[in-house]
């Protein structure tokens, strides 16, 4: 479960290191205590175990992933029609 509700992206080293290895989320929420450093160790026996399991493992490349960041963003930021009776 925690594979699937989670996605991963590609980044150089240096700029996943920049980032807090927010780029290795699938592997954060498997093993949380495990050290920022350590993560990028552990990603490729995680692709492989979640392969081997049938299980869907989510990496995209860092624009899209940016991209996609910042259009639900920008759907966030479009005021919502307020249903009728609601607010003052």
């Not at 996605?7 to 205590?33: K, M, R, W, Y």
């Not at 493992?57 to 860092?62: P, V």
């Amino acid at each position: 479960m925690q594979v699937e509700a989670s996605n991963d992206f590609d980044v150089p080293h240096g700029l996943s290191l920049l980032c807090g290895a927010l780029d290795l989320q699938i592997e954060h929420h498997l093993f949380p205590t495990l050290p920022t450093n350590r993560l990028r160790e552990v990603a490729p026996e995680v692709r492989a175990a979640a392969a081997a399991h049938g299980v869907d493992y989510r990496s995209e490349s860092w624009p899209r992933t940016l991209g996609k960041a910042l259009l639900q963003v920008a759907r966030l930021s479009l005021e919502q029609p307020q249903p009728a009776g609601a607010g003052a």
